[in-house]
T-cell receptor, first 111, second 116 residues
Framework: GESVGLHLPTLSVQEGDNSIINCAYS??????FIWYKQESGKGPQFIID?????DKRQGQRVTVLLNKTVKHLSLQIAATQPGDSAVYFC??????????FGTGTRLQVFP | EAGVTQFPSHSVIEKGQTVTLRCDPI?????LYWYRRVMGKEIKFLLH????????ESGMPNNRFLAERTGGTYSTLKVQPAELEDSGVYFC??????????????FGPGTRLLVL
């Protein structure tokens, strides 16, 4: 069936280092991908998205890379800060408005 | 501009009771979605409204769940009667309709439902 999975449930990084959060997806029909950040007690917060006609998209301190050949998505956070500590979800959309979420990766930033 | 709001933030009810969750989307957003996360699992889609019409309700678990969006503004999600397995966090999201199939969905803070 359709699924989006994450390789690492928890990622620990030192403040100032770069973080890379990975995500695998299984639906070849997916053409839209989003990364969300969720802090405790809050809803998912949009970070960045990318459509399947692109391989890379950059935002402020974040970059999303899409490799359609191996169905892999990654989120890179530059100069990770304590405020980046949260659970990060990737989500895919197979040509519809319905989002299919992964299980999430917890990012912990240490001083 | 106000984001997506949800009410209540928390709800504790007994099995068999009825609960109604409310979502107010971002002003001007025609698309409204309900998702939920149960038992620490991944967030799962429930349904999608375009204005007052149900576009996709393929994720609704059973007929104990009823979603409405009268007037195409706010939406309610009623669970009647509630069961233990309905416990979880219910999220609402909204997006604009700009002609693309997928527009960015902005989420509310969620309603944490606990059924005892």
């Amino acid at each position: 069936g359709e699924s989006v999975g994450l390789h690492l449930p928890t990622l620990s990084v030192q403040e100032g280092d770069n973080s890379i959060i990975n995500c695998a997806y299984s639906n070849s029909a997916s053409d839209y991908f989003i990364w969300y950040k969720q802090e405790s007690g809050k809803g998912p917060q949009f970070i960045i998205d990318i459509r399947s006609n692109m391989d890379k998209r950059q935002g402020q301190r974040v970059t999303v890379l899409l490799n359609k050949t191996v169905k892999h998505l990654s989120l890179q956070i530059a100069a990770t800060q304590p405020g980046d500590s949260a659970v990060y979800f990737c989500a895919e959309s197979p040509g519809t408005d319905k989002l299919i979420f992964g299980t999430g990766t917890r990012l912990q930033v240490f001083p | 501009e106000a984001g997506v709001t949800q009410f209540p933030s928390h709800s504790v009810i007994e099995k068999g009771q009825t609960v109604t969750l409310r979502c107010d989307p971002i002003s001007g957003h025609d698309n409204l979605y309900w998702y939920r996360r149960v038992m620490g699992k991944e967030i799962k889609f429930l349904l999608h409204f375009v204005k007052e019409s149900k576009q996709d309700e393929s994720g609704m678990p059973n007929n104990r769940f009823l979603a409405e969006r009268t007037g195409g503004t706010y939406s309610t999600l009623k669970v009647q009667p509630a069961e233990l397995e309905d416990s979880g966090v219910y999220f609402c999201a909204s997006s604009q309709d700009l002609g693309e199939v997928q527009e960015t969905q902005y989420f509310g803070p969620g309603t944490r439902l606990l059924v005892l």
